[in-house]
Nanobody
Framework: QVRFVESGGGLVQPGGSLRLSCQAS????????VGWYRQAPGKERALVVS???????EYGDVEKDRFTITKDNAENTVYLQIDDLKPEGPAVYYC????????????WGQGTQVTVAS
């Protein structure tokens, strides 16, 4: 069974940074794409950035310079570094698969919440 578990969220001051982790099980990150998605209250979940099996990156409608996606294929773990966090209110970050037509096809996990506040 394929599963993704997110961690690393928390309360951060504006301008700070966080590194989120996504542990994949039953899924080979060296072969298949993984995406990080963000959902704010009352809004749809949207792609932040994804990374393919061969390290090609695809960004959503975000400030690309603030988001860095990396992965450790040996650990089947994908990371999302977020810099210069903005006081945009809480949001939950999820990771999931991303197929060739841009769909996440695995049941969504719990996500990890990021809150940016002074």
């Amino acid at each position: 069974q394929v599963r993704f578990v997110e961690s690393g969220g928390g309360l951060v001051q504006p301008g700070g940074s966080l590194r989120l982790s996504c542990q994949a099980s039953g899924y080979i990150t060296s072969v298949y794409a993984v995406g990080w998605y963000r959902q704010a209250p009352g809004k749809e979940r949207a792609l932040v950035v994804s990374i393919s099996g061969w390290d090609e990156k695809e960004y959503g409608d975000v400030e690309k310079d603030r988001f860095t996606i990396t992965k450790d294929n040996a650990e089947n773990t994908v990371y999302l570094q977020i810099d210069d966090l903005k006081p945009e209110g809480p949001a939950v970050y999820y990771c999931n698969s991303r197929n060739s037509v841009g769909r996440a096809i695995v049941t969504w996990g719990q996500g990890t919440q990021v809150t940016v506040a002074s």
